[in-house]
């Protein structure tokens, strides 16, 4: 007597849903559970090192726009044939609910409108950073289901057992529509779930940030440091399966393959450079701020 196990995880009938009028992604529905997990994490662990969590709002409302532009910036700028192309349609750069958001743009300009932030508020910019890291890869992960709901960015055929289904998509009219179509049940594929692979491989390393910290009691923006290094790692071998039509460069490497390396190599020399960091006393991870109102907040 033989017993069937399910041997394969099944993608999503559909990735969007209509509320009346509005539409319901999947896509942004993840990356807002991300973000919205995120600042509230990061509220409380920025306050745990001894500053303002009221501060988490100020950044967050301008680096969570910021790095979705940034996000949308590299994306373009990295499958700039996609939409500027032979048969491109460049007002397509615009629709960001399709899906595409390259995570070292968004990191990059969402840093940069944080440091703006820290400075105007006289807030040092290490703690604050510090204090977001494990949040952020946590978001990232979460943000990936997004790519599970639009069935994209996967790897190649796979017979293991947890290949994930492809299946055939179509509109009301029957034409194929894979992100906002419902499914048929006709599987098209079995492939590598690298959205999974990456969303592991975050929490891994959102709980290893956490340890650490919480173990060596890290500052100076080393933990930040170590993020960067830890995703970057991950991501390199990640894009090495993925099969999803990208930019190349230097002969055939998937531009996101390179990034990888050149910011992984980087970040392990602000690792090394920041090891001896420590956890900065409360009064200086308020700074500027630390004096009137915040003060009695932090106190």
Known sequence: MTVDLLANIPSPPQGVWQLGPIPLRGYALSILAGIVIAVLWAKRRYADRGGNP????DVAIAAIPAGIIGGRIYHVLTDWPKYFGEGGNPWQAFNIAAGGLGIWGAVALGTLAGWL????RRVPVAPMLDAVAPTIILAQGIGRLGNWFNQELHGGPTDLPWGL???????EAGNLAPVT?????????VVHPTFLYELVWNVAICVLLVWL????RLGGGLVFALYVAGYTLGRFFIELIRTDAATEVFGGLRINTVTSAVVFLVACGFVFM???KRREAPEAVRGGAGRG???????
């Open 213 to 216: 910290d919480r173990r060596f």
């Open 117 to 120: 932030v820290l400075k105007w």
């Open 274 to 276: 920041l090891r001896h």
């Open 181 to 189: 179509g419902v499914s048929t049940g006709e599987v098209l594929a």
């Open 165 to 171: 289904e492809i299946y055939r998509r179509v509109d």
């Open 293 to 299: 109102a915040d003060a009695a907040v932090g106190d």
């Open 54 to 57: 009221e501060i988490v709002l």
